[in-house]
């Protein structure tokens, strides 16, 4: 097996913050689905307007869990959020065990 090199303090950074917005985007996303929800029911056509804004809540919803579970651990390379077929959004990569605000830490 090949050796990786230590990242950069910069390319930890990078990398870390790719992942933080990514969990970002997922959890802002579960929190819009209830007032989206409250929104459409409000509407004259309600029952259609619902399946709608659900169909592309659950597009959205697809594409951020792909892409987080897809993001690489800066440190080892490896799937942040993924071992194996397991997906868990925990805060430290399943592999190395880097934690996602590493990068703040060793700044103070
Ligand atoms: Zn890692």
Not at 67 to 89: D, K, S, T
Request: proline share 6%; aromatic share 10%.
């Amino acid at each position: 097996m090949a050796t990786t090199a230590q990242p950069t303090p910069r390319d930890l950074h990078a990398g870390l913050q790719k992942i933080r917005r990514r969990r970002w985007f997922l959890w802002l996303l579960i929190i819009a689905y209830l007032p989206a929800m409250m929104v459409a029911l409000r509407t004259p056509q309600s029952g259609q307007t619902v399946v709608v804004v659900f169909c592309i809540w659950l597009i959205l919803l697809i594409i951020a869990v792909a892409l987080l579970a897809l993001v690489r651990c800066p440190q080892c390379g490896e799937c942040f959020h993924m071992n194996g077929f397991l997906f868990r959004p925990v805060r430290k990569c399943f592999h190395c065990g880097l934690h996602l605000r590493a990068d703040k830490k060793k700044n103070r």
